[in-house]
């Protein structure tokens, strides 16, 4: 007995129900990425805290102290990592998600299951290194004296935001890695250009108003500016229309790598 995979047309067709009955192997999948991402290292989940921790104070040094740019009148270190939290989150997830078809060879070509789970566990694995770097964002702001805003409840609509575009440009790039292996060459690229034009070192307020519009094309300006007012509120004003733009993008991306993603999943088996 074999089940053949067709291609599907309409959002019916996508059959996201079929996920969410195999919802108990995707926790099992997401919790074996958790496991096996610090196994055999000396220390362990304590590089939740240091990868994050060395890129803000290379961002200190650069931009904070060199540079000297503005930071909303935040410490440049506080102003740092609470937008490297959101930026790291997502572009761990979507590393993760878009490698994991590729990853999981040997568990798509033997068994049947919705190949989305794949991406998605891998995008669920990455939150617990977001909670665990967290909390010395919690330690900072205790360091150097800084309120939490009232607004602090909306970090976690903006956090589903963020998981939602790794997921929707993970699951594109997960079926495209499949058909062209040139895809793991192009991934650091994205990942590393993305953070420098997305505003993790800098205030998007610096962009000139002509090009603001533009630049919230990119869908993590209107989440990073997002999580920075949910924080500290005051000067750091959330701009709507980049939150309203990030939302319609990563609807965008989700239904479109959806589909793509449905519509080439019956290939994955005989070309990896």
Same mark, same amino acid.
């Given at each position: +007995?074999?089940?053949?995979?067709?291609?599907?047309?309409? &959002?019916?067709? $996508?059959?996201?129900?079929?996920?969410?009955?195999?919802?108990? $192997?995707?926790?099992?999948?997401?919790?074996?990425?958790?496991?096996?991402?610090?196994? !055999?290292?000396?220390?362990?989940?304590?590089?939740?805290?240091?990868?994050?921790?060395?890129?803000?104070?290379?961002?200190?040094?650069? =931009?904070?102290? &060199?540079?000297?740019?503005?930071?909303?009148?935040?410490?440049?270190?506080?102003?740092?990592?609470?937008?490297?939290? /959101?930026? !790291?989150?997502?572009?761990?997830?979507?590393?993760?998600?878009?490698?994991?078809?590729?990853?999981?060879? !040997?568990?798509?070509?033997?068994? %049947?299951?919705?190949?989305?789970?794949? /991406?998605? #566990?891998?995008?669920?694995?990455?939150?617990?290194?977001? $909670?665990?770097?967290? *909390? +010395?964002?919690?330690?900072?702001?205790?360091?150097?004296?800084?309120?939490?805003?009232?607004?602090?409840?909306? $970090?976690?609509?903006?956090?589903?935001?963020?998981?939602?575009?790794?997921?929707?440009?993970?699951?594109?790039?997960?079926?495209? %890695?499949?058909?062209?292996?040139?895809?793991?060459?192009? *991934?650091?690229?994205?990942? !590393? =250009?993305?953070?420098?034009? #997305?505003?993790?070192?800098? +205030?998007?307020? +610096?962009?000139?108003?002509?090009?603001?519009? *533009? %630049?919230?094309?990119?869908?993590?300006?209107?989440?990073?500016?997002?999580?920075?007012?949910? *924080?500290?509120?005051?000067?750091?004003?959330?701009?709507?229309?980049?939150?309203?733009? #990030?939302?319609?993008?990563?609807?965008?991306?989700?239904?479109?790598?959806? %589909?793509?993603?449905?519509?080439?999943?019956?290939?994955?088996?005989?070309?990896?």
């Amino acid at each position: +007995m074999h089940k053949v995979l067709r291609p599907r047309h309409g &959002l019916a067709r $996508l059959k996201l129900a079929e996920v969410w009955e195999y919802r108990e $192997l995707m926790f099992f999948l997401a919790w074996r990425d958790i496991l096996v991402r610090y196994k !055999q290292t000396e220390i362990g989940i304590l590089w939740a805290f240091l990868r994050p921790f060395i890129t803000m104070v290379i961002f200190t040094v650069v =931009f904070g102290r &060199l540079a000297k740019l503005p930071s909303a009148n935040l410490p440049y270190p506080v102003f740092a990592l609470a937008g490297l939290l /959101p930026w !790291q989150l997502f572009s761990t997830a979507f590393s993760e998600a878009a490698s994991s078809i590729v990853g999981s060879g !040997q568990l798509v070509s033997k068994v %049947y299951f919705p190949r989305l789970i794949i /991406p998605i #566990s891998a995008t669920f694995s990455v939150l617990v290194d977001f $909670l665990v770097s967290s *909390l +010395m964002l919690a330690v900072l702001m205790i360091w150097y004296g800084v309120r939490v805003s009232a607004s602090i409840v909306w $970090l976690i609509p903006l956090t589903a935001l963020c998981m939602l575009a790794a997921i929707g440009s993970g699951i594109l790039f997960a079926a495209l %890695y499949v058909r062209y292996r040139d895809i793991r060459h192009i *991934l650091p690229f994205i990942v !590393q =250009f993305g953070l420098y034009i #997305s505003p993790v070192a800098f +205030m998007s307020t +610096m962009i000139p108003a002509k090009w603001r519009l *533009l %630049y919230s094309l990119n869908p993590m300006v209107g989440v990073i500016d997002g999580f920075r007012w949910a *924080l500290f509120g005051g000067t750091n004003v959330i701009d709507m229309p980049a939150i309203a733009l #990030s939302v319609a993008l990563t609807v965008v991306m989700l239904i479109g790598g959806l %589909y793509y993603f449905r519509n080439t999943e019956r290939l994955f088996a005989d070309i990896i």
